[in-house]
């Protein structure tokens, strides 16, 4: 929160309600796509969880059958238009999630580009894929989707956030109304998941809940599968440049990490060399304790072409996602997608 800029938020949701009213009346239409589109966006700016969703939303529709294709604008890249991206790009080409998406499963293309028809029209006319994948694309309005699913951060939920520039919301609350299921991550246990499904139950919409769960902390570039219970009681230097890096220190200590730093970068941020090496330089005041280097999936993409090869190897933590039973299925809302056939 900010709120020497509250003052500015109304402004800033007067012109979010006049765009979304546009597109409400009719008076804007969107762009049919020639196949199913599912959009995993956000009501904030900043890391909800998306791309753990997408990824998990992939490996799952692939094992349905179904060949999906994903698009994302590619933010914090310096290229501009249509990109093809393979696991061996830059993220500083393609951005830091759709090469983190790429390198996870390099059997689905994936595209970046900030015109989400054109990127679109690219795919589709290329990979032949059974439906697109548009990340973060909740505020984008101009291409049909069918279906909107909106990640929400549990330890900031949106009732209790403010709008731009005072807050992070995009827009007001009641644009949740648009979304077709609420999905609710980073909560630390489920009495905290079921709280915020309580809080926005007035939408009377279908809610569903998952968890970042880690699933090994292999050492970067390699494919080693190491527990992350190996973290326990093990000195850490946490080095992060994701939109919740809180969340993130606080699962490296429910694995038992001793956590002596955590470097903090903004979210996406383009780690430099000059960076890397006042990273060593905390990891040095440390070393006679051994601690590893640990850092995200995202911030790797970022982190290993500017880390020298003399130096200690960064770990790196890889998640999944785990559901809690009895609630809402987005499966189930994937199927029901009029005329998409495996």
Not at 86 to 103: K, N
Request: net charge neutral; proline share 10%; glycine share 8%.
């Amino acid at each position: 929160m900010r709120p020497w800029l509250l003052p500015l938020s109304p402004l800033y949701g007067a012109g979010a309600r006049l765009y979304a009213y546009l597109y409400d009346t009719g008076l804007r239409r969107a762009w049919q796509a020639p196949v199913p589109v599912i959009s995993v966006g956000n009501i904030a700016a900043g890391g909800t969880g998306k791309t753990p969703v997408v990824s998990w939303l992939i490996t799952s529709l692939r094992a349905m059958g179904y060949q999906p294709a994903y698009l994302s604008r590619g933010y914090g890249r310096m290229t501009r238009g249509f990109r093809l991206v393979s696991p061996g790009d830059q993220a500083a080409t393609v951005g830091d999630e759709a090469l983190m998406i790429s390198q996870r499963h390099p059997e689905t293309p994936v595209g970046v580009c900030e015109d989400r028809q054109t990127g679109i029209q690219h795919l589709t006319s290329v990979h032949f894929p059974d439906l697109i994948l548009l990340d973060d694309a909740f505020q984008h309005r101009r291409v049909a989707r069918d279906l909107d699913w909106v990640v929400i951060d549990a330890t900031i939920p949106p009732y209790r956030d403010s709008l731009l520039p005072g807050g992070s919301l995009r827009e007001p609350i009641g644009a949740l109304r648009r979304a077709d299921l609420l999905i609710i991550s980073k909560w630390t246990h489920p009495a905290q998941a079921e709280e915020v499904r309580t809080h926005l139950a007035w939408l009377d919409k279908p809610v569903a809940a998952c968890q970042p769960v880690w699933t090994s902390v292999a050492p970067a570039g390699t494919d080693v599968p190491v527990s992350p219970e190996v973290l326990a009681d093990r000195p850490v230097i946490l080095v992060s440049g994701i939109g919740n890096p809180a969340f993130f220190e606080t699962q490296a200590r429910q694995y038992g990490a001793n956590v002596l730093h955590h470097l903090i970068f903004a979210d996406h941020h383009p780690y430099t060399a000059g960076e890397v090496t006042a990273i060593l330089r905390v990891w040095q005041a440390h070393s006679s304790q051994q601690p590893w280097l640990l850092t995200t999936e995202k911030d790797a993409t970022r982190l290993l072409p500017v880390w020298p090869a003399s130096a200690p190897v960064p770990h790196v933590a890889r998640l999944t996602l785990t559901w809690l039973p009895g609630w809402a299925d987005p499966l189930a809302q994937v199927a029901a997608i009029p005329g998409l056939q495996p």
